[in-house]
């Protein structure tokens, strides 16, 4: 008989979790005021609150984090991480930085000014803030199809290349570049297709602007292309990868996604005006050239994780769980943003808690029903993550209402994955009996999901 499939690594340390009473949660999540957020880990079971920085590293990159090079400038650490960049993306210009939005942060100080428009993608929100903190605007170009939870599309996160030529041609000259985030991250970690990255390219070149990847999860779109794009089957990870980036210019990367490390990031660029545009933004929010915000040693345990992580097993480990995940949720139809995506699933709480009002929060109702069940701590990424509108100050509630179960890097296994689904079973059994919701205590102006404080009604 055909082998079933398996996890690409073996386990060598663990890290004991902690089961809790229906009791005890209720408790903490009253204290927490019904914002995840406010919870400490360890009344946590099992944790979905984001798949950045919470990944479990190799014993090859825990070797590599005890060769770490402390030296100033120079360190051997950073040639290392360097190299790979360069031999993974062909950027020849590599600037570390302390994590993804540090990144943005260096490179936009010198790209970005008042006025100007940067048409993407779904901008990611710190993109979009870094963006929008220096009077420019943030033009989403996504497919309209990324708007549709239940349409079934291989590559979802697509720049619709009609709004990118318009918005190229209407505002010209106050576009300093065009963004492209892979895997989109805002249309719930959909992928990009080659095709699409060849499209974008070909019209930067039409008009002259130049392409930057965001590429917290070039990894993961790699997959999707090798296993969803014709004619790419029999290419490796890496070969796809070095043909993605030859159609950007420069890359600002969240290594606490596909770098499979705890912190760090970095801008690489193959245009030599912006790396020298861009340096000295470094040296002044990050640090000198060779170490910007990161220690020698978790540069190198970064080399390590970028080679690891442009494998096809590791990869198709990681994807194969959060497809195992979606197929137990299909068997009990519980509805989610469809396909899967590659970091997480986005479980759509308007679909389910259909007697909760809108201004009621559905989504953070499950996220918080979620965690009283089984103790998993879920994300709300809908009505109260949009914060309100900045000049009538009315609740946005425009956009998608989802709770979003975000899959660390080989740190849980499928029996987890098992748990949690009939955790949310349970929740979704009893959907019709919860018709109240959360309001609203306390808010910050901004961002508010991070602090908010709610109470049950
Ligand atoms: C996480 C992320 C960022 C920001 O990176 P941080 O490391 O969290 O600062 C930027 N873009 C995308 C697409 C991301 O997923």
Redo the contacts with the bound molecule.
């Keep these: 008989m055909e082998l079933p499939f398996a996890e690409s690594w073996k386990i060598k340390m663990v890290e004991p979790i902690r089961k809790s009473t229906r009791e005890e949660r209720v408790q903490w999540m009253k204290e927490a005021y019904y914002n995840v957020f406010q919870l400490r880990s360890d009344q946590v079971y099992i944790d979905l609150i984001t798949d ?1 920085g919470t990944g479990a590293m190799s014993d090859h990159q825990w070797a590599a984090m005890m060769m770490g090079d402390e030296s100033y400038a120079g360190a051997s650490s950073f040639f290392n991480l360097k190299e790979t960049i360069t031999r993974l993306t062909g950027f020849e210009y590599v600037i570390p930085t302390h ?4 990144a ?1 942060n260096v490179l936009f100080s010198y790209l970005v000014h008042e006025g100007d428009i940067v048409p993407g993608n779904s901008h ?1 929100d ?2 979009k803030g870094h963006i929008e903190g220096r009077k420019a605007i943030a033009l989403d170009c996504t497919v309209d199809e990324a708007k549709n939870t239940q349409l079934e599309l291989p590559f979802k996160g697509n720049v619709d290349c009609a709004k990118l030529e318009k918005a190229l041609i209407e505002y010209a000259d106050r576009i300093p570049f065009i963004i492209v ?1 892979i895997t989109n ?1 805002t249309a719930g970690g959909q992928p990009v297709s080659m095709d699409n990255l060849r499209q974008v390219r070909e019209l930067a070149n039409k008009y002259h602007k130049p392409v930057i990847f ?1 590429s ?2 070039f990894a993961e779109n790699a997959y999707f292309i090798k296993t969803r794009e014709e004619g790419y089957a029999n290419k490796t990870i890496k070969e796809i990868t070095k043909e993605m980036f030859d159609l950007a210019d420069g890359m600002t990367m ?1 290594a ?2 596909d770098g499979v490390v705890n912190m760090g ?1 970095f801008i690489a660029t193959r245009l030599q005006d912006w790396y020298d545009g861009a340096k000295g933004y470094c040296v002044q929010f990050e640090g000198y050239l060779t170490y910007g915000g990161m220690n020698g040693r978790d540069m190198n345990a970064l080399a390590v994780g970028l080679d690891e992580n442009t494998e096809f097993d590791m990869l198709h480990t990681r994807i194969h769980q959060v497809e195992y995940l979606a197929k137990k949720l299909d068997e009990y139809g519980i509805p989610y943003q469809r396909p899967a995506g590659g970091h997480a699933l986005f479980v759509d709480a308007s679909k389910i808690l259909t007697h909760v009002p809108k201004e009621e929060f559905p989504a953070q109702t499950l996220t918080v029903e979620l965690y009283l069940e089984a103790g998993i701590r879920g994300c709300e990424i809908g009505y109260i993550l949009a914060d309100r509108d900045p000049v009538t100050r009315e609740n946005r509630f425009g956009g998608l209402d989802l709770l979003r179960l975000a899959i660390p890097r080989r740190v849980y296994t499928d029996n987890h994955m098992n748990v949690i689904a009939a955790a949310l079973k349970n929740v979704f059994d009893r959907r019709e009996s919860i018709t109240r919701g959360v309001g609203i205590v306390w808010e910050a102006p901004l961002m508010r999901h991070f602090t908010v404080k709610l109470e049950r009604l």
């Design positions: 950045s994590q993804g939005r540090a943005e990611f710190t993109t985030t991250n965001d917290a999860r969240s606490k996604k990031g």
